[in-house]
C-alpha cells in the first residue's frame, strides 16, 4: 500500500502561481508513476499531468501544457507540481496519484490517491 499527502493548495489570483507537493510513503518501490488529476464541482476527475518515477518522462493535459511544470525529487519520494499562469478554470480539487504502471493518463491506471488538496483561483 502506498500513502499519499498533498499539500499547497490555496487561493490565488488569476496569473498568479502555485506549488503542489505530493509525498509518498509505504510500498514506495512499487511506484512506477506519479501524476495529478483534478476535479471541479459537477465536473468528472480529469487528468493534468503525470511523470514516470523511475525515468522521468511527463505528460500533460493540453489545458495545462506551457503553464504547468510536474516534476519528482526520488530521494524524497515527492512529486510537485508547479502552476503558473492560473486561470478561474483551473479552480478544482486536486489529488495526487500514484500508480505501479506506465503511462498513467487516466484515473482508471491509478492505484492509490491522495486526499485532495483545493486550489481556488479569483478573477
Do not use: H
Not at 478554470?89 to 491522495?114: H, Q
Amino acid at each position: 500500500q502506498v500513502q499519499l499527502v498533498e499539500s499547497g493548495g490555496g487561493l490565488v489570483q488569476a496569473g498568479g502561481s502555485l506549488r503542489l507537493s505530493c509525498a509518498a510513503s509505504g510500498r514506495t518501490f512499487s511506484i512506477y508513476a506519479m501524476g495529478w488529476f483534478r476535479q471541479a464541482p459537477g465536473k468528472e476527475r480529469e487528468f493534468v499531468s503525470s511523470i514516470n518515477w523511475r525515468g522521468g518522462s511527463v505528460y500533460y493535459s493540453d489545458s495545462v501544457k506551457g503553464r504547468f511544470t510536474i516534476s519528482r525529487d526520488y530521494a524524497k519520494n515527492t512529486m510537485y507540481l508547479q502552476m503558473n499562469s492560473l486561470k478561474p478554470e483551473d479552480t478544482a480539487i486536486y489529488y495526487c496519484a500514484a500508480a505501479d504502471r506506465w503511462p498513467l493518463v487516466v484515473r482508471e491506471r491509478a492505484n492509490s490517491w491522495g486526499q485532495g488538496t483545493q486550489v481556488t483561483v479569483s478573477s
